[in-house]
């Protein structure tokens, strides 16, 4: 290590594949132990700039007001940002007791907010961004499977908030590509068509062609497709 650069300088990136960096931390909701405690779920680990901010209160409203629908796909909320406890509390209360935003009253954040105040695990995560701010996490967004895998990582910057419906998007492609083995096209949404796994044979290449796979129908022989039901996906 040199002098110019300390251990606690070095920001490290996790990154699609990897286990989900392990830490212990304070949250509203009590400590827990990451990602341990949260084996078997899928975990949504986000990261906001800052308490008391126009941006994060409108994206806090609508993660709480749409956790049900992440409950029902098996997942977790986790949010992170490196203000203290009492500032979590402090601005959770007033979301509740003060803001009305797109006719949402009374809204009630019960997911976990870790204060991260040493900064210790914003960096861990790669949260921190320093051509974009180094005093405040970036808006991360980490996908993390049930085994605590990381599947699918999305940034987005300060000024911009999430879009909630290509988070939800992004965690039922995952499910769907796990359980039944296909990959997910361009823009697709739950309901449309899905990619089958390319033909391993010259032989099975010649009978996708000819229409002999039940329900595949193909562009050609790499690109094959078969319809798949929303109702067959475990969504809300
Ligand atoms: C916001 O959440 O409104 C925000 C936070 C940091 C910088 C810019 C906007």
Redesign the pocket.
Same mark, same amino acid.
């Given at each position: 290590m040199t002098n110019t650069m300390e251990e606690k300088d070095i920001i490290s990136m996790p990154r699609i594949g990897d286990s989900a960096p392990s830490f212990t931390a304070v949250t509203t909701q009590g400590n827990i132990s990451f990602p341990q405690d949260y084996r078997g779920k899928w975990v949504i680990l986000f990261s906001h !700039?800052?308490d008391f901010? !126009?941006?994060?209160t409108s994206e806090f409203m609508t993660f709480a007001k749409r956790e049900p629908e992440f409950a029902r796909l098996n997942t977790q909320l986790v949010g992170l940002s490196i203000d203290g406890l009492y500032s979590h509390i402090a601005w959770l209360r007033t979301i509740k007791d003060k803001i009305e935003f797109r006719g949402w009253k009374n809204v009630e954040v019960k997911f976990p907010l870790i204060e991260d105040i040493t900064m210790e695990i914003a960096r861990k995560y790669g949260m921190i961004q320093p051509g974009e701010s180094s005093t405040?996490a970036v808006r991360a967004v980490f996908f993390i499977d049930p085994k605590g895998i990381i599947r699918t990582i999305i940034y987005y910057p300060?000024?911009l908030g999430r879009n909630f419906n290509e988070l939800k998007r992004v965690l039922i492609g995952l499910q769907t590509a796990d359980k039944y083995g296909v990959a997910l096209p361009a823009d697709w949404e739950p309901g449309e068509d899905v990619i089958v796994p390319p033909a391993n044979s010259c032989g099975s290449a010649a009978d996708r062609m000819a229409g002999l796979e039940k329900d595949v129908y193909c562009k050609d022989w790499f690109f094959c497709m078969k319809p798949m039901a929303k109702e067959e996906l475990e969504m809300a």
């Open positions: !700039p800052a901010t !126009p941006v994060c405040k300060l000024s």
